[in-house]
Nanobody, 125 residues
């Protein structure tokens, strides 16, 4: 059974930093990409950053470019999100996700089929 466990959220002042971590487990787990998504109250879940293992291709939402960095280790089934210069508008529940089906762009939510439980990030002004 595949399970993703994400952690590292918390309360931080604007301008501060946080590092989120995600670990995947499951004897047969293998992914084409992993990523981070977020959902603020009353809003739809949106993509934050993804990493496609083949070619180490990265994708970032415009709103986080230059501030967030995704990294990971496919062999260790782990992915991280370093978040710097945090803003109040970054406040949301952040979810780790994995894409185990081939053929996707891995830039959209529908390509991801396993999800973590979410970790709350709150940025105070």
């Amino acid at each position: 059974q595949v399970q993703l466990v994400d952690s590292g959220g918390g309360l931080v002042q604007a301008g501060g930093s946080l590092r989120l971590s995600c670990a995947a487990s499951g004897r047969t787990f293998s992914s084409y990409a992993m990523g981070w998504f977020r959902q603020a109250p009353g809003k739809e879940r949106e993509i934050v950053a993804t990493i496609r293992w083949t070619g180490a291709t990265f994708y970032y939402a415009d709103s986080v470019k230059g501030r967030f960095t995704i990294s990971g280790d496919n062999a260790k089934k782990k992915v991280y999100l370093q978040m710097n210069s945090l803003k109040p508008e970054d406040t949301a529940v952040y979810y780790c996700a994995a894409a185990t089906r081939p053929g996707g762009s891995y830039y959209v939510l529908r390509d991801y089929d396993y999800w973590g439980q979410g970790t709350q990030v709150t940025v105070s002004s």
